[in-house]
């Protein structure tokens, strides 16, 4: 399959809520995950790119929303992530997935994406057929926020370190930015390594502010995935907001965007609140 003649650079991922997107094949607990990737962004990206039967791969899985999708489209999936927690979710995500999708090999293992080839059984490294997966956005999350109607007082937040407790050594959502971009780097050289020829890589992210200046996160990811051998194919747009008839866009928002783009606005500063998210394909050169 020739992805371009298949897919549009926009992708209507926002037409259902997330929670609705992701239905009976995940546990209560997903919800606790600061960075969940869309069901729809991950089913799109994954029926495009890839065929029933092929090998689809996530080295920073969270919840295991791309093993999940790959799976429930026929894929076999395998996951990586380096908190023991996120481990156990995917794990119970995939088990609920295959009561509905017997028969396909999905698999999850805790470990550090910078040695993926190491996570992967022998037989994968070099025959991946797709990797799919979302960088952590440093300290740019807000975790996941429980308001008075839950807490009975004050809003409390939880997972914000992209962990419910104490931090895994390997993580680097939680580093400076140099520290980083510089580790992703290692982490796009890892999955240049463990993918056939004709492989790709889709990676879905957006700008953030850091220091009180707009990062154009994309941007520098497209920039280390040339460094790790990669090349740009396409630069797409995932759309976080309903796309309706009339042509405009109802974001779907978190609480804490709703509060800081007015917080923003009402201080006078320039905010907006974010409708899609920034999906880059990078291709090996054997990649048609």
């Not at 729809?40 to 791969?57: L, M, N, Q, T």
């Not at 979710?89 to 090999?105: D, K, S, V, W």
């Not at 520290?179 to 056939?196: N, W």
Request: charged share 25%.
């Amino acid at each position: 399959m020739n992805a371009t003649d298949t897919i549009s650079t926009l992708w209507a991922a926002g037409q259902r809520l997330p929670r609705l997107q992701r239905g009976e094949c995940y546990t209560s607990a997903s919800s606790a995950h600061p960075a969940k990737m869309w069901p729809d962004i991950a089913r799109h990206a994954i029926a495009a790119y890839s065929e029933p039967g092929e090998v689809v791969v996530d080295p920073m899985c969270g919840i295991g929303t791309v093993c999940v999708e790959a799976v429930r489209l026929g894929r076999r999936a395998w996951g990586l992530d380096c908190e023991p927690e996120w481990v156990a979710t995917t794990a119970a995500n995939l088990h609920l997935t295959r009561r509905h999708h017997p028969g396909i090999e999905a698999r999850v293992r805790r470990g550090d994406a910078r040695r993926l080839a190491a996570n992967l059984p022998r037989a994968l490294r070099g025959n991946v057929d797709l990797i799919v997966t979302s960088p952590p956005y440093g300290r740019a999350t807000h975790g996941r926020a429980y308001t008075h109607r839950e807490t009975g007082g004050k809003i409390a937040k939880t997972a914000y370190r992209y962990s419910t407790g104490k931090p895994a050594p390997e993580q680097l959502a939680r580093a400076g930015l140099e520290r980083l971009l510089d580790g992703i780097e290692q982490i796009l050289t890892a999955c240049h390594a463990v993918l056939k020829p004709t492989g790709r890589l889709i990676v879905t992210c957006r700008p953030f502010n850091v220091g009180g200046r707009l990062l154009d996160f994309p941007s520098e990811l497209a920039l280390r995935g040339e460094r790790a051998g990669f090349r740009l194919e396409e630069r797409c747009a995932a759309l976080l907001a309903e796309w309706r008839d009339d042509f405009g866009l109802r974001p779907i928002h978190s609480f804490f965007g709703l509060h800081n783009t007015r917080t923003a606005l009402e201080s006078g500063k320039p905010a907006f609140l974010r409708c899609h998210e920034d999906v880059l394909v990078l291709t090996k050169d054997g990649a048609p």
